[in-house]
């Protein structure tokens, strides 16, 4: 296939865009030139007034949370979660597969083409890696590995009754399992070595999901010091999570960080020493109020930093551009400097290939050799009127991008706006049917985890609420 006539960016030229063809062979991309003549029986695609990007990589992401939307305002963290898990708890294959397919088509319309899907619900990982199969949608399955629960790795909890403690020691055998079912680094599908949190795991869940990475020679992802809360609760049970996880050896060049709100300076320099990326949550963090991470404080230390969406029911949905733009301006807030400012090549490094990395694909990047993971967007929009810079425009001034043609490997996934990998319509009218019955049970889970919910309340604001700084970055 030969793309022609596009506005793409300028690798060599950071900052700018040019006119390209873009010829691509076998899922990769074969050649990008200012004019390529066509080959015999080619498939051509005229992209004039177009702009050709690689597709955006969501590098935190939780896909049982889409049907969740609009189900909370905000709270912080440890208090929300009491309602989420429960949510978590309602969802079977049926719902979690309707689950996935919302997400994979709110992310392809958004110019999104791969995801780091970190997965709480061991029992659903098939049924939702299946949906990534069937649509072509570049996903790496991130089963999370946890036995600890926040009622006893945060200080001031005390632990339920009614709570038994999971096991992991099933883990390792579901690995195999889902290793030999979805992992094809060579196609769309690979899996992750994923832990919840360090806290929420046990040094035997440590050292299964070491023995899982090394078995599999697995990418590793996990939060990280997330809210002031889990910090200080680090500091007091002398249990500090980089250590941890530099200890069990799951702390490398191929790991993903979500959030690293809170991050001391022996943290900070742990992380760069081990090439480890950062994924930078703004809008899930905002929206918990959970903090501020100090990007451009780690990005001087060598590290690199991807961004993530969340949940949809933490966040702000999946349209990237405006994960990015927050990141963005964010970091004006306080760094006085514009010298350190990042520039247009920086931000969007962090949706692409700082995410691409942190996933394990090869992709994020308009150049020989890279998966084709290619959207085009129409540059009609009153947002590039006039067009200077149709990237930077692009970050700080269109709403979204208006994704007219998308291809994941060289497979076309839409064209001319419309998804060729699913049926959309057939999509909403199935969850409009069940809309009733979920707002139900969204409902009675409510309820139902109120008083769990009221427990973690009142710690919250004995330890945390009112103390300020006192807790942060210790």
């Not at 992310?107 to 791969?114: C, E, F, N, P, S």
């Not at 010091?225 to 980089?242: F, H, I, N, Y």
């Not at 009609?380 to 269109?398: E, G, M, R, T, V």
């Not at 009733?436 to 049970?441: D, I, N």
Request: charge should be negative; hydrophobic fraction near 40%.
């Amino acid at each position: 296939m030969l793309i022609q006539h596009c506005l793409t960016p300028d690798n060599t030229q950071a900052d700018r865009c040019s006119k390209r063809d873009v010829r691509v062979e076998n899922g990769k991309i074969a050649e990008v030139a200012e004019l390529l003549a066509p080959c015999p029986n080619e498939e051509t695609f005229d992209a004039r007034g177009k702009l050709l990007l690689p597709g955006m990589v969501n590098a935190h992401y939780h896909s049982y949370s889409n049907l969740w939307k609009g189900t909370a305002w905000g709270e912080p963290l440890e208090v929300w979660s009491s309602d989420t898990i429960g949510l978590g708890g309602l969802m079977g294959n049926e719902e979690a597969v309707l689950s996935a397919y919302l997400g994979i088509a709110e992310m392809l319309h958004a110019g999104v083409t791969a995801c780091i899907d970190h997965i709480p619900h061991a029992d659903r990982v098939d049924a939702i890696s299946g949906a990534y199969r069937q649509t072509g949608f570049r996903a790496a399955i991130a089963p999370m590995i946890s036995d600890i629960g926040d009622d006893r790795a945060l200080c001031g909890m005390r632990p339920s009754t009614d709570r038994t403690p999971s096991s992991v020691q099933n883990m390792a055998d579901r690995y195999d399992d889902w290793v030999g079912r979805w992992h094809d680094p060579d196609g769309t599908l690979q899996m992750l070595c994923a832990l919840n949190a360090p806290q929420r795991a046990s040094e035997q869940a440590l050292a299964v999901a070491a023995d899982i990475r090394d078995k599999y020679r697995l990418g590793v992802h996990t939060h990280l010091l997330e809210t002031r809360w889990q910090a200080a609760s680090a500091v007091c049970a002398g249990r500090d999570p980089v250590r941890l996880l530099e200890a069990f050896g799951l702390l490398t060049d191929r790991t993903g960080l979500a959030h690293c709100v809170y991050l001391n300076e022996d943290q900070v320099r742990r992380i760069a020493d081990a090439g480890s990326t950062v994924i930078h949550i703004p809008t899930g963090n905002l929206f918990l109020g959970s903090g501020r991470a100090d990007i451009a404080a780690y990005r001087e230390h060598g590290i690199a930093a991807a961004i993530g969406s969340d949940g949809s029911n933490c966040a702000t949905g999946q349209n990237l551009l405006t994960v990015l733009r927050s990141a963005v301006l964010l970091q004006r807030m306080t760094e006085p400097d514009a010298r350190k400012w990042m520039r247009v090549q920086d931000a969007w490094n962090m949706a692409t290939v700082n995410g691409a990395r942190a996933a394990g694909f090869n992709s994020g990047a308009v150049k020989p050799g890279m998966c084709a993971d290619l959207v085009l967007a129409d540059l009609s929009a009153l947002a590039y009127q006039p067009c200077y810079d149709p990237l930077l425009q692009s970050i700080l001034l269109a709403d979204r991008l208006d994704v007219t043609d998308v291809w994941i490997g060289g497979k076309a996934v839409m064209r001319d706006r419309k998804l060729l990998c699913m049926d959309e319509d057939a999509l909403k009218v199935e969850i409009r049917k069940r809309t009733p019955e979920l707002r139900a049970s969204v409902r009675r889970t409510k309820e139902t985890v109120l008083p769990e919910k009221k427990r973690f309340e009142t710690a919250y604001y004995e330890q945390i609420a009112g103390k300020g700084e006192e807790h942060e970055r210790d």
